[in-house]
């Protein structure tokens, strides 16, 4: 059975003030699971994966307690609705729901905007839409949130993330009295055009997809830089491009065209036939919620224009998140 994970229209009232709900038989002595200011990073931390201090948005809520008899769908597709500095589900048809001191433990996930993902009551999962590259920026799940016995009545802390991912192409080079401009490239590989991902008690994984194998990527009028620190979009570096996530997409770069120039020379000189980079392939993994920055040198083995070398330099991922870590990668050939 699907049921829509849409928002309730009937009036929200605030957890804390719902003394008139009837708690579970012989659960009367145990405390409401609520979500507070969940949906937060841990406190010191510099904020959230979705790049803010505070969630501050409505979600909808899975969860799944074990028990003797096996698992049961406590939260099947709730809505929570932010309420500033909380969190509440206790509207329309929506009851509160006790912890379980007889459950071994509890698995919680989430999922915004509601509209984007149904949830089914017999598979106790979650399925997005088919979202493509740019839809999935806003669409945000949080991971897995397993509370064991001794966390029982604490707020369910959800951590939300952005579920698509981003790229970017940059070139710089090494030229001795030479430069690069006018530099077309193109992008091949494996890549999701569009997806369905599924989310459940074992995390995030794809359903089903489309195939692409190519991503648009524009022309770079250069002239490129002959420092890496230096790249600026628009000139030797490309703007941030949307991409799915968990794939494997086996990265490709070919430079199809560009114009070789000479210090003190109006002399120019065109690349003749297109030059294929391939990315090694400890780089051309795609995860949730990162952007990518993939930069290529430019360089020669000696002052000839027909030893000039396109290479893969370094790859830089950051987490998207306010501070994110950045980790810098340089490839060793």
Request: glycine share 10%; aromatic share 12%; with cysteine.
């Amino acid at each position: 059975m699907i049921v829509r994970a849409a928002a309730a229209a009937a009036a929200m009232a605030f957890l804390a003030s719902c003394g008139k709900q009837n708690p579970e038989p012989g659960r009367e002595r145990m405390p409401a699971i609520g979500f507070g200011d969940a949906s937060v990073a841990e406190a010191g931390a510099a904020g959230t994966k979705a790049g803010e201090k505070s969630f501050g948005r409505d979600f909808v809520v899975c969860a799944i307690k074990d028990v003797e008899s096996g698992k049961q769908f406590v939260f099947p597709g709730f809505n929570v609705r932010y309420q500033n500095p909380g969190y509440s589900y206790i509207f329309g048809d929506q009851t509160v729901k006790y912890w379980d001191t007889d459950a071994s433990g509890y698995a919680f996930w989430g999922f915004a905007p509601a509209g984007k993902a149904d949830v089914s009551l017999s598979d106790m999962d979650a399925l997005s839409v088919g979202l493509a590259p740019g839809e999935a920026l806003q669409f945000h799940y949080s991971e897995v949130e397993d509370v064991r016995p001794s966390a029982f009545g604490r707020e369910v802390q959800l951590k939300f993330a952005r579920l698509g991912s981003r790229v970017r192409f940059g070139f710089y080079e090494t030229l001795a009295k030479m430069g690069v401009k006018e530099l077309e490239f193109s992008v091949g590989g494996n890549f999701y055009g569009s997806a369905r991902y599924l989310m459940s008690a074992r995390g995030l994984s794809v359903h089903s997809s489309t195939a692409s194998h190519s991503i648009a990527v524009p022309l770079l009028p250069g002239p490129v830089q002959a420092d890496k620190t230096q790249l600026a979009e628009g000139r030797d570096m490309t703007s941030w491009i949307p991409v799915l996530p968990l794939t494997d997409s086996g990265l490709t770069i070919t430079i199809e065209s560009c114009v070789f120039t000479q210090d003190g020379s109006s002399r120019t000189i065109h690349l003749v036939d297109p030059i294929t980079v391939q990315v090694p392939q400890e780089y051309c993994w795609w995860g949730t919620n990162r952007d990518y920055t993939y930069i290529f040198q430019i360089s020669s083995v000696k002052e000839d224009f027909d030893q000039i070398i396109f290479s893969f330099d370094q790859q830089i991922v950051r987490d998207w998140e306010d501070n994110g870590a950045e980790g810098t990668y340089d490839f060793q050939p």
